[in-house]
């Protein structure tokens, strides 16, 4: 079973030759390339955001398999859903599922469900799909949509994944996807964003998953980045770093009412 794409034509090209294209546009060249353990990367139309995550994937060694983390926003389908299918078709082609992984995650952390009507519609990780495949072109990927909240859960979520990938013996690099402060202005948004920022450069899952809920800050996937933050620090991250934020208005002249992306690494 392969998963149709569900917004190629709206968030991105419809079509391989224009896909290509605006890649090539969006993706710099990068000399050095980092092995990362964990990354945040937006999920804008890539008008918006697609240079934000193209810096960001550039500068990474991006291995074989890629676990993609992300909210759901929808919120149908299980709390914690594992893409079923063999595959995922962009214009590009199809991206197979790294079977083998998804087995040990669903294994080791009882609350993951197979579940397609989760993906289904939803934009968060197939926006990261065209992305990979155009630096790394056999890439397999984990798709994990994700519609719980409390910390408890994160943090079960995050260890379990983190003895999944150690299990899985291989490099793995694990994408949470998410933007940052929806529809404020652009120095409020940065004002609110830069907090919530702080604590994930402390690798700090808790703290994050606090802010955001005692700031107000309307980062989508958050919970994704969170349970991204415990699995790193359980595979040994010691470090982060904010390699881009940007903000729509950057692209449409309004800063009155923004949405707010930010890139960073973790190693």
Known sequence: MIRKPAVAGQFYPGNAVDLRNQLQQLIPECAVKRPVIGVIS????????GSTAGRLL????IPRTVVLIGPNHRGTGALAALAPEDGWQ??????????????LIKRLIPA?????????FEHSLEVQVPLLQHLRPDVSIVPLCLSFGDTVGCELLGKGLAAAIRG???PVLMLASSDMTHYESAET???KDMQALKKVLALDAEGLLDVCRLRHITMCGVVPAAVMLVAAR??????????????SGEVTGD??????????SIW
């Open 112 to 120: 993951v469900q197979p579940d397609a009507a989760a993906h289904a």
């Open 255 to 264: 800063l009155s009412e923004v949405v707010a992306y930010a890139a960073v």
């Open 168 to 170: 899985f013996g291989e």
């Open 90 to 103: 962009t214009p590009l082609g199809v991206v197979p599922l790294e079977k083998r992984l998804g087995d």
């Open 189 to 191: 948004a940065k004002q």
């Open 58 to 61: 550039s500068g990474i060694d």
């Open 42 to 49: 937006p999920h804008a139309g890539y008008q918006y955001s």
């Open 234 to 247: 359980e595979l040994g991250a010691t470090q982060a770093e904010l390699v881009a934020y940007t903000t």
